[in-house]
């Protein structure tokens, strides 16, 4: 593979994650997602998540959408799980807490407690020692 077509590939590929975040709550399959990334091939598009991240498109767009869940804890504290569920394409706060469940084991108010601590202790620690612990939450 030469430079120009792995930058092509990259551009591809960022392209996609671009297009899930922007779509999340209109993508619910792969060939959704991959239509919203203008690939005509699912089979394609599902080889190149894979060769990309190391993983299949479906376990991506899981953790892209837990991302945003966590993000949107982060930012509107307040908001409710119901808003939460529906800004990431989810139809409910049931299936919010269903699908949190099923993936990380914890239900959405104990992942937003989790994540909340382990911002505070990221800063805590970031102020003190002038360095950014990595949190499990984060990329």
């Known amino acids: 593979m030469g430079l120009l077509q792995m930058r092509e590939?990259?551009?591809?590929?960022?392209l996609a994650i671009r297009a899930?975040?922007?779509n999340?709550?209109?993508?619910?399959?792969?060939q959704?997602?991959?239509s919203y990334a203008n690939f005509s091939s699912t089979k394609s598009f599902s080889?190149?998540?894979?060769?990309?991240?190391?993983?299949p498109a479906i376990k991506v767009m899981?953790?892209?959408r837990l991302q945003k869940v966590i993000?949107?804890?982060?930012?509107?504290?307040e908001e409710s799980l119901f808003c939460i569920?529906?800004?990431?394409?989810?139809?409910?706060?049931?299936?919010l807490y269903d699908y949190v469940k099923y993936h990380t084991e914890l239900s959405p108010t104990s992942l937003k407690k989790r994540v909340k601590k382990e911002k505070l202790r990221s800063e805590i620690t970031e102020y003190n020692l002038g360095v950014k612990i990595q949190s499990v939450f984060t990329e």
């Open 9 to 14: 590939y990259k551009e591809e590929i960022e």
């Open 20 to 22: 899930f975040k922007n």
């Open 47 to 55: 080889r190149q998540i894979k060769i990309h991240f190391g993983k």
């Open 71 to 77: 993000e949107l804890m982060l930012k509107s504290p």
């Open 85 to 95: 569920a529906r800004m990431v394409g989810l139809k409910d706060e049931k299936s």
């Open 62 to 64: 899981t953790e892209l």
């Open 32 to 34: 959704e997602w991959a």
């Open 24 to 30: 999340i709550e209109d993508i619910h399959t792969v």
